[in-house]
């Protein structure tokens, strides 16, 4: 867990699905490609989030994934997820970093709040000398919150990820401990 002036960045608990929930309810439309808008979450009860976080927990534990909601101090509204994946270990220390805040939130700086204190997470206790975030090349909001968060551009991946029914290149941004 990781306090910021404005927010707490940390696992899920089971006590968070009311606001949780919220948070994916009160989303907006899709705002553009990259934004999923409204979800239906009516499968999404009280029980599949407790299976949801032990999803987390378990995947933790293996060092597979680490997955880290988003909220905001004053009120505790859930604004978002972050996400890291453990790419490679060993001598690498390698990982990904995934990123989305709900879009009934964005222009409030919170983005760029919440993914520099999950880095610290990263590099801290996750123990990675290197974070990548592998954003779409047209992804412009993606792309200006890595930049603001001190990523660098480091090259284009052809054909990277299986995504909108195609191979599709994404640029990758990285960050060292």
Known sequence: MIETDR???RPLIQEDY???LK???DRLPSQYRHDQG???MDE???NWFAS???KHQ???QNDTAYVFGVFRKVDGKHLGMIDFSTLAREDFQWGRIGYTIHNQFWGKGFGKEAVKAALNIAFSDLKYHRVEAHINLDN???IRLAESVGMNFECVRKGFIYEFGEWTDNMIYFKNS
Do not use: P
Request: charged share 10%.
């Open 140 to 142: 412009q909001n993606s």
């Open 38 to 40: 409204k979800l239906d």
């Open 44 to 46: 999404c009860t009280v």
């Open 58 to 60: 378990s995947l933790a």
């Open 18 to 20: 009311s606001a949780w």
């Open 23 to 25: 948070g994916f309810n």
């Open 52 to 54: 949801l976080i032990e």
């Open 7 to 9: 927010l707490i960045v």
